[in-house]
Every structure is written in C-alpha cells, then in structure tokens.
C-alpha cells in the first residue's frame, strides 16, 4: 500500500454560473448556467488524491447544516477517512461564488463559514492521524495559526509537510522551515518572491528566493506553460500537456494532489510532476471543482488521444 495522505483544509460548496464573459465591476450580465459542486481547496486536493488511488485522511470543519453533512457522505464514498471531520454549531458551512467565462477563467468570492474556526484543538485531536501518516498536505483557506501548528507537529513527527499557499497570504519564514515542498502557481510566487514572472530566468530567481526562506523543493505551476521544479538546487522544467480547456477551476488542487499521490507510491520529485501535470490537463477540460477531478484510471487511458482527434 501507498503511504498515507494527511490533507487538512477547506470544505465549501461551490456555487457556480458559466457565462459568455466575467462581468466588469457593477455589470450585470444575463444569459448564464448555474449548478453547485463540492468545493474547497482542501476538500478538492483529498478528493483528488483518492481518486488518484491515494490513501486519504481529511482533518476539517463544517457547519452543522446540509451543506456540511451532505459534503461529509460525499468524502465517505470518495473512500476518504472523515474521522477528523468536526461538525460547528457557531457557524455555516463554507460557500464559494465562482464565475467562469467560455475561455475557461473565473472569479471566485468564498466565505468561510466553519473553515474559519479550524483551530490548533483540531489538530491536536488529529494527532493520531498525522501520527500514522506520511505526507501532509495543506492550503491557506483554514486559520494561518492553524496551519503553522499543523505543519511544526507534521515536520517534528519526521512527516513530508507540503503547502499550496493559497490564497497567497503573507507567511512567517519559520512556516517555510517547517516545509518538505511547496507548490505555487504564478501569482503566489510572485507574492511570495516579490520577482515578476515573464521568463525562466524570473520563474529560477523566485524559486531562488522562496527557498531560501527555508524550504528545499518548491514547485511553480505556469498554466498552459507547463511547471518548474527546484529541488534540493537543481532546476527543471515541465512542459505542458495541450488540451482544450472549459474550466480553470481546481485545476492547481488537482495538482497538489496528484503530486502527493506520486510522492506516496516512492516516485521521485519531477516523476510525480509530471504525473501532476497529465492529472491537471483533464480537470481543465470539464466544468466544476470535484465534479471535474480524473479517476487514475483516465490519467492512464487514452484521454488526451481522444482529446486531439
């Protein structure tokens, strides 16, 4: 069996209309498709290594309402462990409004709700899980303090601690310290390094500078461009899998959890990004965040053949 797979993160439902273009700020536009889907960083990246074929344990909060225990019965037939899932009577379960035009970008407005109350407790509850896990997978939509706890517990149990840091949010260094890998797309490694990405040479000078904070592999993810790896001072390029995208969304949560998946069958550092960009390249060609996340077995097939005919 594979290692074991620690996601702690968001759980949202995501609602979501399709239009012809985003709107400009105090446009209204007619005409859309709307639909819900389970959403959240956390929620999509251990819904994706499960379907991925890892083996999956998520430490969350939600509301104690339809939304929270219909995502719950959700995860449950996903085969994901949901012991850790703690149900909040303070507070709803988290809700994210997301717009996508017909190129495939979105907007997306989240609140909170029960996310926002995930605190050091919880993770002290769960620290059986992390215990008898090997790679901890985290994201910035739950409590910085929370995360910073997750990860000081993680790394001192000798676990792979890897961050998405999403939304980008300002981080103390000693968070980076705590870090095994972390993986960033454009806009949060420009946050992060303050370096503007328009070439390689920008996307080495950031990766430069994020692991000098502390951390030995970082990872960039450049959309259509494919992805960049630093690991342990090597430097190596991806290149992108072409598709026709529909839907950006999840897209990087996928990602972050085929990246896991790989790294948990002993595959080695640019072995598992590349098998995250393939995983990648099928979400961004259906609608939604969970709804559009692969089965191991179509990253295997014959998707992108049927994809170019």
């Known amino acids: 069996m594979s290692e074991r797979i620690v996601v702690i993160g968001s759980c949202n439902t995501d609602m979501v209309i399709n239009t012809e273009r985003l709107p400009r700020p105090g446009e209204t536009i007619i005409g859309g498709n709307f639909f819900m889907n389970a959403g959240g960083k956390g929620a999509n990246q251990a819904v994706a290594a499960a379907r991925l074929g890892g083996n999956v344990c998520f ?60 605190a050091p407790k919880d993770i002290d509850k769960a620290e059986g899980m992390i215990t008898h896990g090997d790679i901890v997978l985290m994201q910035l939509e739950t409590p910085i303090e929370t995360v910073e706890y997750a990860a000081r517990i993680a790394n001192g149990k000798g676990k792979k601690v890897i961050l998405n840091p999403a939304p980008a949010l300002p981080l103390p260094d000693a968070l980076f310290e705590e870090l095994y890998m972390i993986i960033a797309n454009e806009t949060e490694a420009e946050f992060f390094s303050g370096v503007k990405i328009t070439d390689m040479d920008s996307v080495c000078r950031a990766a430069d500078i994020i692991s000098n904070k502390g951390v030995d592999n970082v990872v960039i993810t450049l959309g259509s461009k494919g992805a960049f790896v630093k690991e342990n001072g090597a430097y190596h390029k991806v290149p992108s899998i072409k598709v026709k995208a529909v839907d950006a969304t999840a897209a990087g949560d996928t990602f972050c959890g085929a990246v896991c998946v790989a790294l948990a069958e002993k595959k080695d550092i640019l072995e598992a990004v590349e098998f995250a960009n393939r995983c990648a390249a099928v979400t961004v060609t259906r609608m939604g965040a969970q709804s559009s996340l692969p089965y191991r077995e179509e990253v295997e097939k014959d998707f992108f053949v049927e994809q170019h005919k």
Do not use: T
Request: with cysteine; proline share 2%.
């Open 59 to 118: 430490v969350a909060k939600v509301g104690n309402d339809h939304f929270g225990s219909h995502s719950i019965e959700q995860y449950k037939a996903e085969g994901i462990d949901v012991e850790q899932i703690s149900i909040e009577n303070e507070l709803p379960s988290g809700v994210a409004l997301i717009m996508v035009d017909n190129k495939g970008e979105n907007c997306i407005s989240v609140a909170s709700g029960a996310n926002s109350l995930l």
